[in-house]
């Protein structure tokens, strides 16, 4: 759908806020991401988006997260607080130093592994570039908040391997958010299909 639109209408597309809900601007370029999402950018942001996680996270899971939202769902005072006491930390030389050599290895192994793999093979890595990047987004992810690597960028990556269950999980939330939250939906008054199946993958994710 989002390629859809991209591919319709150019580098920017607006689509209609229905039901009460806000407008929402794609943006394709990393030139205009970068003008208009970074450079001008206020101090306490509020970017709608992912309303089924902000639930998922503030009242389903209230008790266990006790009010730590994180950054996709924080909006205004509260994304400015989280960001400033994650920033001086994460900015720091020497926490750079300690993640860049395992980072630099997972990015060598997504290329040798999984891109030169494939080099040859150019119908694969144009229907499944986005899913390599994925891997390769988890497994850096996984490192820097656990401390070990899940193997996403092996061979060995079958359906009962928990790297398998993250990716599962990330394909479906992102599928799942796009078709609850740009389309007309009624999951906030009626637990809908599509509603359950997102709040099950959620729990899944969590566990």
């Known amino acids: 759908m989002v390629s859809t639109l991209r591919e ?8 209609q806020g229905v039901l009460a ?8 370029e990393p030139e205009h991401i970068d003008q208009v999402v970074y450079r001008s950018q206020e101090a306490n942001p ?12 503030e009242v389903i899971k209230k008790g266990s997260l006790d009010g730590i939202y994180g950054l996709t769902t924080a909006q205004g005072e509260k994304w400015r607080d989280f960001r400033t006491k994650v920033n001086p930390p994460l900015l720091k030389l020497k926490l750079v130093k ?14 040798q592994r999984r891109i030169k793999r494939y080099k040859d093979d150019t119908q694969y890595l ?3 570039f986005d899913l390599e990047m994925t891997k390769w987004s988890l497994e850096s992810v996984a490192y820097v908040a656990l401390g070990s690597r899940l193997g996403c960028l092996g061979d060995e990556v079958t359906k009962d391997h928990p790297g398998f269950t993250l990716l599962q999980c990330s394909k ?5 958010a796009f078709q609850l939250e740009f389309f007309p939906s009624l999951w906030k008054y009626i637990a809908t299909p599509a509603y359950k199946k997102i709040i099950s993958t959620y729990d899944k994710q969590w566990e």
């Open 8 to 15: 319709k209408y150019g580098p920017i597309v607006k689509m």
């Open 21 to 28: 809900r806000a407008d929402f601007v794609f943006l394709y």
């Open 46 to 57: 509020l970017r709608p988006g992912f309303q089924t996680l902000e639930y998922y996270r």
């Open 98 to 111: 300690v993640y860049a050599p395992p980072l630099e290895e997972i990015a060598q192994d997504l290329v």
């Open 126 to 128: 144009t229907k499944n």
């Open 172 to 176: 479906d939330i992102i599928d799942l």
